[in-house]
Nanobody
Framework: QVQVVESGGGLVQPGGSLRLSCTAS????????MAWYRQAPGKQRELVAS???????NYADSVKGRFAISRDNAKNTVYLQMNSLKPEDTAVYYC?????????WGQGTQVTVSS
């Protein structure tokens, strides 16, 4: 069983930045496909960014050029650097780890962008 824990959410003004962190347990973290999703009130959960074990990234069009996903395999951690935040980025952000056909979710961290 892989445990996934997110941190780093909070309240930020429009135009500000936040960095989310996600730690996943397991000795083969470097092989995990990692992703960040978000879910705003009344909306479906959507993919924000993903990162393969080989370092290939993918981003939702709405965050391209503003968000960056990265990983530190030595720390079993994946990050989501969020810059130029907008009110429409407000959501609960979830980290997802996929490995060997199984998917694991964290509990989510709230990001609120408001003045």
């Amino acid at each position: 069983q892989v445990q996934v824990v997110e941190s780093g959410g909070g309240l930020v003004q429009p135009g500000g930045s936040l960095r989310l962190s996600c730690t996943a347990s397991g000795s083969i973290f470097s092989r995990y496909f990692m992703a960040w999703y978000r879910q705003a009130p009344g909306k479906q959960r959507e993919l924000v960014a993903s990162l393969t074990k080989d370092g290939k990234t993918n981003y939702a069009d709405s965050v391209k050029g503003r968000f960056a996903i990265s990983r530190d395999n030595a720390k079993n951690t994946v990050y989501l650097q969020m810059n130029s935040l907008k009110p429409e980025d407000t959501a609960v952000y979830y980290c997802n780890a996929w490995s060997a056909g199984s998917t694991y979710w964290g509990q989510g961290t709230q990001v609120t962008v408001s003045s």
